[in-house]
């Protein structure tokens, strides 16, 4: 096991729009009529919102674990100024673009994502967050260069819900890039005999290991001896410089038996197994 620090960035740069029934063919990338994002039915049709991402190639790659993502968008008009419920479904879509309409609305690839929230004005300025960890995962994984996000309005049948939102939302991305395979596991002395066996003079080996972090971060090491089903030691080492052999002196007896009697004293002993 190796152990790395996570990084937090933030979106490249980021779009808004909305595709209405009432304008099938309207185009509204960063133009919507009033300049903000509305989702629901607004009196004369049904209106649904998208954002999209710029990503940060930083955090791009096939060994990038996001441990959190988060988009935040403004709650900034409704329709009451009393107590609303409001109940949207989130979806990670195909990209929306300069053409994306209602007759040409982005396609939803995963979905969805409950958005609820109460607002109590009809100007609430009411932050609100969207989880799309695993979203963006995705994403950053294929090397993907930008994330959209559609926003429906469970209920587009009556203005209750109705719902705009500001043009400038954020994406929050809390990630690391795992570190390579560890290769070049080993003991410090260690001997390979001919029975298959791995042995060691001393009873309390190095045990040794080296990986490369794509970050250039320092990474750290688990070393694990196991005896079937029985750990016999489970230490971490320090932090060693991306591709340097990372080393720890075992604190506990490794060995389960002398190779033969005629060998001096603890002069080598057999490893239950290769440390994990």
């Not at 007759?103 to 100007?123: C, L, Q, R, W």
């Not at 002398?258 to 197994?273: I, L």
Request: net charge negative; hydrophobic share 30%.
């Amino acid at each position: 096991m190796t152990i790395d620090p996570s990084y937090t960035v933030s979106e490249a740069w980021e779009g808004y729009g909305e595709t209405q029934s009432a304008y099938p063919t309207a185009e509204e990338l960063d133009s919507t009529f009033n300049g903000d994002v509305s989702v629901g039915y607004d009196g004369g049709g049904i209106d649904r919102g998208y954002y999209v991402f710029g990503l940060p190639s930083a955090a791009d790659g096939s060994t990038t674990y996001v441990l959190s993502a988060t988009v935040t968008a403004t709650a900034v008009a409704t329709y009451s100024s009393t107590s609303e419920a409001h109940d949207l479904d989130a979806y990670y879509t195909s990209q929306y673009s300069s053409t994306s309409s209602w007759n040409s609305a982005p396609t939803a690839i995963a979905g969805p994502e409950a958005v609820d929230f109460t607002t109590t004005s009809t100007t609430p300025n009411q932050s609100v967050s969207i989880n799309v960890t695993s979203w963006v995962q995705t994403d950053l994984q294929a090397y993907g260069w930008q994330f959209s996000l559609g926003l429906l309005n469970t209920d587009e049948a009556d203005t209750n819900g109705f719902v705009e939102f500001g043009p400038t939302p954020t994406l929050s991305i809390t990630y690391d890039h795992a570190p390579y395979a560890v290769g070049g596991v080993a003991l410090s002395p260690e001997n390979w005999a001919a029975d298959g066996d791995l042995y060691t003079s001393t009873l309390t080996p190095a045990f040794q290991a080296s990986s490369t972090d794509p970050d250039g971060d320092e990474i750290a090491y688990e070393f694990k001896v196991e005896q079937g089903s029985t750990v016999i030691e489970d230490d971490t080492s320090g932090y060693f410089a991306s591709g340097a052999t990372g080393s720890l002196a075992s604190t506990a007896t490794s060995c389960t038996s002398r190779p033969s009697s005629r060998r001096a004293p603890h002069d080598a002993c057999r490893v239950p197994s290769t440390p994990a």
